[in-house]
C-alpha cells in the first residue's frame, strides 16, 4: 500500500504501522520522522530523476566536442581534451572534494559518538557490577540473620526495605 505524503490516509497508514510495529524496536516514521518510503517509489522516483539527467549529459557531451587546451602557469605542457571532459572532470573532482570536506567535518561527532558509547558501556559495566555486589550483599545479610535467629528481628513498626 502506497500512502500519500499527505491527507487523512497518511494519518490511517501511520497509525497502522505504529500499531503493527513489535515492542521495544524502533519505529521509521516516528515523532518527527518522515514515513518510510516504499521501495518501488524510491526505484521510481530514481528513475524520474536520472532519466532526464542522463539525457542532459548526453546532449552536452554531444553538442560540445570542440577541442580545449588546457595548461596550468607556472608548468610547462599543456592537456587537450573535449570541453565535455574537462566540465565532466571538474564536476567530478567537485563531487569527491565536498564529500571529502563533509567526512572530514563530521569527524568531530563520530568521534563524540565513540566517546559516549564507551561512557555508556562502561556505565553499563559499572551498574552490572553494583547489582552483582548488592545480591551479594544481601545474600550475606540474609545468611547473618539465619545465623543470628530469631531474637534479631527487627521490631514490628521497623520496615527493612530491599535493595532492588
Not at 565513540?114 to 545480591?135: F, S, W
Request: aromatic share 6%; charged share 25%; with cysteine.
Amino acid at each position: 500500500m502506497i500512502a500519500p505524503i499527505c491527507g487523512t490516509r497518511s494519518r490511517r497508514f501511520r497509525r497502522d504501522l505504529l500499531s503493527a510495529a513489535p515492542r521495544g524496536r524502533p519505529i521509521r516514521g516516528g515523532p518527527g520522522r518522515p514515513l518510510p518510503v516504499e521501495r518501488p517509489v524510491l526505484r521510481y522516483l530514481s528513475w524520474i530523476v536520472s532519466i532526464p539527467l542522463a539525457l542532459v549529459a548526453i546532449d552536452f557531451a554531444i553538442v560540445n566536442e570542440e577541442l580545449v587546451r588546457l595548461t596550468l602557469w607556472p608548468l610547462d605542457g599543456a592537456v587537450v581534451a573535449p570541453s565535455f571532459a574537462v566540465v565532466f572532470v571538474s564536476l567530478l573532482v567537485g563531487f569527491l572534494a565536498g564529500g571529502l570536506i563533509s567526512w572530514l567535518s563530521a569527524g568531530k561527532h563520530r568521534r563524540a559518538l565513540r566517546k559516549e558509547r564507551a561512557r555508556g558501556d562502561q556505565l553499563q559495566r559499572d551498574l552490572d557490577a553494583a547489582r552483582l555486589h548488592a545480591a551479594d550483599l544481601e545474600k550475606r545479610i540474609a545468611a547473618a540473620d539465619r545465623a543470628a535467629g530469631a531474637a534479631a528481628a527487627p521490631p514490628a513498626d521497623v520496615r527493612v526495605m530491599s535493595l532492588r
